[in-house]
């Protein structure tokens, strides 16, 4: 009933078709097929984001974008809410040595997309009054072997000035008085950190339309026991959190889909962020809130993929 309800209600929403007289000839379940023939096209959820601007990703919820440009020394504030944006703060920074950071102590500024973990006071002053987290290394440093800590953004020496970048040994630093008004635009909870070098990578509808159609259908296969087509969406060299590979992986899935198991799985509050990565121009971060539901298995709460576009087609990278 819940799923029937659900679907009945995306038809408020979705005027491709005439739903009623679908309803009429041939009931319910018709007008879900319907719906679902919607829901995996990626044209669909194109027009669907039709207006909306999507340069820096997708978010179900108001959030800000603090984006660090690491080649100009620029950091600029974005907000997003209802797929409208507007830069809100932007200063010039310090930043450690160009290239992506690989070990502990080289000085680098990691390039990826970051949570702002933690607000607090350094204990040493040379950091400055007041201090952000980012969760550096996150799930897709340590799988690619990443490694170091205590990356921040900070103020400038509370007992002098700062001039030569490599001190900054990775960190974003900006004067104090800046920093005071970047804490003042910023909600550490609601902020995403995106950091860039030489060039800003950007996406667009069509790619963000193509990986929610691909969302859907890889949630359809996995809800009808489908392992084939389930699989299909996994990267020859996916790695889940834990570093099991794919054999291992899908040795696993197997078992589990042969017992034909009815599940109920709802995906919401999607935040999809292009990934920068010099390797792979096509890789994004993908954060919804997944509620799974199978008679031996339960769970509610936060799902991460980071994803590959390879032609319209998605594969799944690193699974958390």
């Not at 978010?59 to 600029?76: A, G, P, R, S």
Request: positive net charge; aromatic residues 14%.
């Amino acid at each position: 009933m819940k799923k029937l309800l659900f679907f009945m209600s995306m038809l408020l929403v979705l005027n491709a078709e005439d739903y009623e007289s679908i309803y009429l000839k041939g009931g319910a379940n018709d007008v879900i097929k319907a719906i679902e023939k919607n829901i995996l096209n990626k044209d669909f959820w194109s027009k669907k984001l039709d207006g909306k601007n999507v340069e820096y990703g997708y978010y179900d919820k108001e959030i800000l974008l603090t984006i660090v440009e690491k080649d100009k020394k620029f950091l600029e504030v974005v907000s997003y809410k209802d797929g409208k944006t507007d830069k809100v703060f932007e200063t010039k920074v310090l930043v450690g040595k160009s290239g992506d950071k690989l070990v502990e102590g080289d000085l680098k500024t990691p390039i990826g997309v970051y949570q702002l973990t933690r607000r607090f006071t350094p204990s040493d002053p040379y950091l400055g009054p007041l201090a952000f987290s980012l969760s550096y290394p996150n799930l897709f440093d340590q799988i690619a072997k990443r490694n170091g800590s205590g990356i921040w953004i900070h103020g400038f020496p509370l007992n002098g000035t700062r001039e030569d970048e490599i001190k900054t040994k990775g960190c974003v630093a900006m004067e104090n008085d800046v920093l005071a008004n970047y804490d003042k635009t910023i909600d550490h909870k609601k902020s995403l950190a995106i950091i860039f070098e030489n060039e800003k990578y950007k996406t667009n509808a069509e790619q963000i339309g193509a990986i929610f159609a691909e969302l859907f259908a890889w949630k359809k296969a996995w809800s009808e026991n489908d392992i084939d087509k389930y699989l299909s969406f996994y990267d020859k060299d996916f790695k889940r959190y834990d570093g099991v590979g794919l054999d291992s992986f899908s040795s696993s899935k197997k078992s589990i889909f042969a017992k034909k198991e009815q599940k109920r799985i709802s995906f919401s509050n999607f935040s999809i962020t292009p990934y920068p990565n010099s390797k792979d121009k096509s890789t994004f971060r993908v954060v919804f809130y997944e509620d799974y539901s199978a008679p031996n298995y339960k769970f509610n709460g936060e799902k991460t993929l980071y994803v590959r576009l390879d032609k319209d087609k998605m594969k799944i990278l690193i699974e958390d």
